[in-house]
């Protein structure tokens, strides 16, 4: 029968964030290929022991990171229970979508991965599958559940997900990534508002998380 791991403790946990703020910035300057453990721990300092027994390598450390990162785009593109209407919720939704990939992490680990991708072709599907795949099939799922209720222009849900998160990147994500460029919030909600006109009958309403979001 295998042990439930004991929770850590505040000092562990954060030794642990320490850990992937350190291995975060070395991996998204430096890349996965020219990031070892030893720079980690060269940066981090203490005991070898303590680092690895929070991630017993580099794929481990840099896995958690995408995940995160991750994370956060598959959380975004979730609806919520007590949302409004389907206009509503669909620019919230594209719009915490947008706004975690133009994030400073959003846009480094995009880059690394782009980079990384010729000579670590299986990190780079791994990102895939955990990320923008996951992140697309929960946007179907969502259409999938208004298609019939609101008689939707809509076939096939997932080319539409797909068709959706492309028409909210478009080049904002690419001239972010590419050439650096910041974009206002209002070229922002604009982005989305445009791609959310694309499926939906009623106006948008420029809401994120229930508030206004900022002009």
Same mark, same amino acid.
């Given at each position: ?68 990162? #991750?994370?956060?785009? @598959? !959380? ?5 229970? *007590? /949302? ?5 919720? +669909?620019? =919230? ?9 133009? #994030?400073?992490?959003? @846009? !480094? ?5 782009? *980079? /990384? ?5 299986? +990190?780079? =599907? ?9 992140? #697309? ?79």
């Amino acid at each position: 029968m295998r042990e439930t791991p004991k929770p850590m403790t505040s000092r562990q946990i954060q030794k642990r964030e320490e850990i992937i703020e350190i291995a975060s910035e070395l991996f998204f300057r430096d890349g996965f290929g020219r990031t070892s453990m030893d720079q980690v721990h060269a940066r981090l300092g203490g005991s070898k022991r303590t680092l690895y027994s929070h991630f017993p390598n580099k794929d481990a450390l840099f896995h958690t990171i995408v995940e995160r990162i #991750s994370g956060r785009v @598959v !959380a975004a593109l979730q609806p919520k229970p *007590a /949302e409004g209407e389907f206009a509503q919720a +669909l620019f =919230r939704m594209g719009y915490e979508y947008l706004s975690v990939l133009l #994030s400073p992490e959003g @846009v !480094a680990l995009y880059r690394v991965m782009t *980079a /990384e991708a010729q000579h670590f072709p299986e +990190l780079s =599907r791994d990102f895939f599958e955990r990320g923008p795949a996951v992140a #697309s099939e929960g946007l179907a799922r969502f259409f999938e559940a208004h298609r019939d209720a609101r008689n939707l222009a809509i076939s096939d849900a997932d080319t539409a997900a797909e068709q959706f998160l492309g028409a909210v990147r478009g080049n904002v994500h690419l001239s972010a990534v590419l050439a650096g460029e910041k974009h206002s919030q209002r070229v922002l909600k604009d982005k989305v508002a445009s791609a959310v006109s694309l499926f939906a009958r009623e106006p948008v309403i420029e809401k994120v998380s229930g508030a206004a979001t900022p002009s």
